[in-house]
């Protein structure tokens, strides 16, 4: 198995990819730095996808790196299968296995990945402003992460963010955390619910200015998607 490793993964990744249509197939991705300190910012994605449309990441490795896996608005139609992605991440809570977001009319699709003990979030579909639209979730296992610094929280999953995400699937997936960590298995899955429908051009029923039926698994999910 050929071996990609890293000496400065904290602003660099170490495979970044922006061509397309390309199979990435069986490598090791890690890195030779064993400092884990704060860095209070986040840090690269070990394989950072910025553009490009097509590519494919089967049964990689990405263990000991910054971030995991980085798929950005930029890259389209997207397949990551089979992936191990472990202990990944800085004292931060900013540093996830995966780090994704997508923009319609593409697609990314995410499936028989193992995440786990990366510093904050297993799978991090989110964005501030950046949308997370067309998201295949299926078959995954994410457990223990958020657990690998006793300074950091984070959950195995989240879709969410700024933007509602738009026609995700999260389906048969694996999630575990240990009885009395932080985010215990109760608060590790949140569903919201929130229709956002305008008709294009009416500047009089504009999105703030709709009525329309809500719904959160908790009030703090529902004051979220209101």
């Known amino acids: 198995r050929a071996i990609i490793s890293n000496p400065r993964p904290t602003n660099r990744p170490a495979l970044s990819v922006s061509g397309s249509y390309t199979s990435y197939w069986g490598l090791e991705l890690t890195s030779s730095d064993s400092n884990r300190g704060p860095t209070g910012y986040a840090s690269s994605a070990a394989v950072d996808t910025s553009a490009g449309?097509?590519?494919?990441?089967?049964?990689?490795?990405?263990?000991?790196n910054g971030s995991g896996l980085g798929q950005w608005v930029g890259a389209g139609d997207t397949e990551s299968y089979g992936n191990i992605i472990y202990y990944n991440g800085?004292?931060?809570?900013?540093?996830?296995?995966?780090?994704?977001?997508?923009?319609?009319?593409?697609a990314?699709?995410?499936?028989?990945?193992?995440?786990?003990?990366?510093?904050?979030?297993?799978?991090?579909?989110?964005?501030?402003?950046?949308p997370i639209d067309n998201l295949t979730i299926t078959g995954?296992?994410?457990?223990?992460?958020?657990?690998?610094?006793?300074?950091?929280?984070?959950?195995?999953?989240?879709?969410?963010?700024?933007?509602?995400?738009?026609?995700?699937?999260?389906?048969?997936?694996?999630?575990?955390?240990?009885?009395?960590?932080p985010y215990s298995p109760s608060y590790d899955f949140y569903l919201g619910y929130s229709p956002e429908r305008i008709n294009p051009g009416d500047r009089e029923h504009t999105i703030d200015k709709i009525t329309k039926v809500v719904s959160g698994q908790t009030p703090e999910v529902l004051d979220r998607v209101a």
């Open 108 to 130: 990314k699709v995410f499936k028989d990945n193992i995440v786990f003990n990366n510093a904050s979030n297993g799978g991090h579909f989110y964005g501030d402003e950046g």
């Open 53 to 64: 449309t097509g590519n494919k990441f089967v049964n990689l490795i990405i263990h000991d």
């Open 90 to 106: 800085y004292d931060n809570a900013r540093d996830h296995g995966m780090y994704i977001q997508n923009a319609q009319p593409t």
């Open 140 to 181: 995954n296992v994410f457990f223990a992460n958020g657990e690998l610094f006793p300074t950091t929280q984070g959950s195995n999953v989240l879709v969410g963010g700024s933007l509602q995400s738009q026609n995700p699937l999260v389906r048969d997936n694996y999630l575990y955390r240990k009885p009395g960590q």
